[in-house]
């Protein structure tokens, strides 16, 4: 029945870790029950709660009464009924960021990675959010491979989760499109996004093929045309990623000519992209530098180039969000590309 089943429990835990300290009291937890474990502190966020039947979300608040201090009139009753708003986001109980539709006798409609209507029990309400981070690729869309065998998909994953935990503990509450190795759709992770209403969007990947050889990174990050903010998180991300992996000696680095902060257009002269033309939200794809190099690529699948990068992103989009520095110059001339590849099919992804 299911065509491809998440194994999300390595990279949730972690990943639900990083979530849920943005998720606000679970509805079902703030109302009447009280039974229903807490999930979001971030030392507890590994460990799921169980099933427990979600209220509604409609929520009598408060009854206020108002009495006039000095009258014989009869005792006026205002009763006040504060609707708090059905979120906009949540967290399955696998750990699966989705849309919320709106809440049902049987739970909760919400889109799946497809962006398919489902009806799940349980969800874990998402109310806030700063920064969206968004892994490139995932299940049967691997990305790129590096020469260890490393999979795209599941390196641009544990960057994303490291900067993440990076930005949450520094205040930022940040949401993760893809929290495991499943498929989801590219207009998915730009609904997800936008209905976050978070200040900043990053997709984070891995380039290929393997470009010429340099002496310097070939680090390119994309802005979206005619928007200034994005071209300062372009910029912000491109210096400090550039500026980290640079530092690193013994490696043979591939880079294009015109890599760094940039535009990349089709013939048509819209971005190339749909992940950096469709979104609402102040964004940048990232490509760090080039896994399907050799050389680059068997640093990439040590365990020290996650903490070595993850920092750079967080501390680029921390300046982004806490200033008005600009990074890297967006390059002028854009990059002409014209992307192939039709529409995929989408699997069914499990959500709980
Ligand atoms: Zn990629």
């Known amino acids: 029945m299911l065509r491809s089943t998440p194994q999300p429990w390595r990279a949730l835990s972690i990943a ?63 009763a006040t009924t504060t609707t708090l708003p059905t979120p906009a986001l949540g967290i399955t109980r696998y750990g699966i960021p989705v849309r919320i539709s709106e809440p049902t006798t049987e739970g909760w409609k919400v889109f799946d990675p497809c962006g398919n209507p489902q009806t799940i029990s349980k969800i874990f309400p998402i109310r806030e959010t700063q920064v969206v981070l968004d892994p490139g690729h995932g299940g049967k869309d691997p990305g790129t491979r590096g020469p260890t065998g490393l999979k795209e998909s ?122 950096v033309r469709k979104p609402q939200t102040t964004n940048a794809l990232l490509e760090i530098a080039y896994l399907a190099s050799p050389s680059e690529g068997t640093f990439m699948a040590k365990d020290g180039y996650v903490h070595l990068v993850a920092p750079a992103i967080a501390a680029a989009i921390k300046t982004f969000l806490t200033s008005d520095q600009n990074g890297t110059a967006l390059l002028e001339r854009a990059r002409i590309h014209n992307p192939s590849g039709g529409r995929r099919t989408c699997p069914e992804v499990e959500l709980e």
């Open 16 to 78: 639900l870790t990083v979530i849920a300290v943005a998720c606000a009291p679970d509805i079902s937890d703030s109302a009447a029950n009280n039974t229903t474990p807490q999930p979001r502190q971030a030392s507890t966020t590994t460990e799921v709660p169980p099933t427990s039947t979600s209220t509604p979300p409609t929520i009598p608040a408060t009854t206020t009464t108002i009495a006039p201090a000095t009258s014989t009139q009869p005792t006026t009753t205002l």
């Open 154 to 275: 599941e390196l641009n994953l544990k960057v994303t989760v490291a900067v993440a935990q990076l930005l949450q503990e520094q205040g930022f509450p940040t949401l993760l499109t893809r929290t495991g190795d499943y498929y989801i759709e590219l207009d998915e992770r730009i609904a997800l996004s936008d209905a976050a209403n978070a200040t900043a969007l990053v997709s984070i990947h891995h380039n290929a093929p393997i470009a010429a050889k340099s002496n310097k990174p070939g680090t390119e990050v994309f802005a979206q045309t005619g928007d200034t903010e994005s071209a300062r998180l372009a910029g912000l991300l491109h210096k400090e990623v550039f500026e980290v992996l640079n530092n690193i000696d013994g490696i043979e680095w591939t880079s294009r000519w015109d890599a760094g902060a940039l535009r990349v257009v089709n013939s048509e002269g819209g971005d190339a992209y749909s992940l």
